[in-house]
């Protein structure tokens, strides 16, 4: 009688096994830049549930691990007006052309939202960056940040202090304590990767806060420029 060796089980070729590491990875890495996202507008002064703030891997796998990235979507109001929204839109496509800015500018004038942030996988075609300097002209306020930005959230980083942006009024109140111009205040680019995480405009101050071993903490003010 000849025996036949125990038939054993088929391993996923490498292939599969890479296609399964890249999707998992992606997925990992959309939860760490939404979770980075939902802090930032909570920052800013919008009202993200604390569900969403303190939402981890399984339950963002749960909800979205299936879905497009179209479906990551958020509108949410700001704390003290609840009339003001923004959107946050996570487009499919590597490169976003002019059809999409066009989409998503046609849903902020529907749904009468003036802000939106557009978290791009690659990059905006020359063509997509001129509509979206029309749409910005139309008063309507977008930004762009590629996923690598907000892969990590950097305020969470040591070396960098708390930031609080003052209100019109308590700017107002600032200059005139101080006796100075707003030109006379330390200065902070505008396009400062701190500066584009809290949304700063031209002409906002904002509070740092660092600590001090002498004094507890020490307190200055930069003008965005």
Not at 15 to 42: E, G, H
Request: hydrophobic share 35%.
């Amino acid at each position: 009688m000849i025996r036949r060796p125990p038939r054993s089980t088929p391993k996923p070729s490498s292939a599969a096994s890479d296609v399964y590491k890249r999707q998992q990875d992606s997925k990992t890495k959309l939860f760490r830049i939404r979770k980075t996202v939902s802090k930032m507008l909570a920052s800013r002064g919008y009202l993200v549930s604390q569900k969403e703030l303190e939402r981890d891997k399984d339950s963002f796998l749960e909800e979205f691990g299936e879905v497009s990235r179209e479906h990551l979507t958020i509108m949410v109001p700001k704390r003290d007006d609840p009339s003001e929204n923004i959107f946050v839109f996570f487009p499919e496509e590597e490169k976003v052309g002019v059809k999409m800015i066009k989409d998503y500018a046609k849903r902020m004038r529907e749904e009468n939202v003036m802000r939106a942030i557009i978290v791009i996988r690659s990059s905006l075609t020359p063509f997509a960056k001129q509509s979206l300097l029309e749409v910005q002209q139309q008063k309507f306020i977008i930004e762009t940040f590629q996923e690598t930005e907000l892969l990590v959230n950097i305020t969470d980083h040591i070396l960098v202090p708390k930031h609080v942006l003052l209100t019109d009024e308590e700017k107002k109140t600032l200059l005139e304590r101080y006796k100075v111009r707003e030109t006379q205040l330390p200065r902070i680019q505008l396009h400062d990767p701190v500066a584009r995480y809290y949304g700063m405009r031209r002409g906002q101050v904002v509070r740092i806060i660092r600590p001090s071993e002498t004094a507890g903490r020490y307190v200055t003010y930069r003008l965005c420029v």
